[in-house]
């Protein structure tokens, strides 16, 4: 994604980075339990997941990757990326 990110993540990036969306500190293809995600606030345990054509299809594993996060203290939001596909 750093490399070629979709619009819809460059628009949300372009809203997280530098402390922009209430003064919370996101990064960018973070890593968590083994999993990637999209963004996260490590200050609020929270994740937000761009959902793209890739998920289409993966909602079983989509909940469970989202269910381990959660057993872990982690909040995920997703996001679908309507633009996409």
Known sequence: MRAMPTAAEAVLWSALRGRRLGGWKFRRQHVIAGYIVDFYC????????????????????????????????ADVVRLRNAGEG
């Open 42 to 73: 490590a200050e609020l345990w929270l994740a937000v997941e761009v959902d793209g054509p890739v998920h289409q299809g993966r909602d079983i594993d989509d909940r469970e990757r989202d269910e381990h996060l959660a057993s872990l203290g």
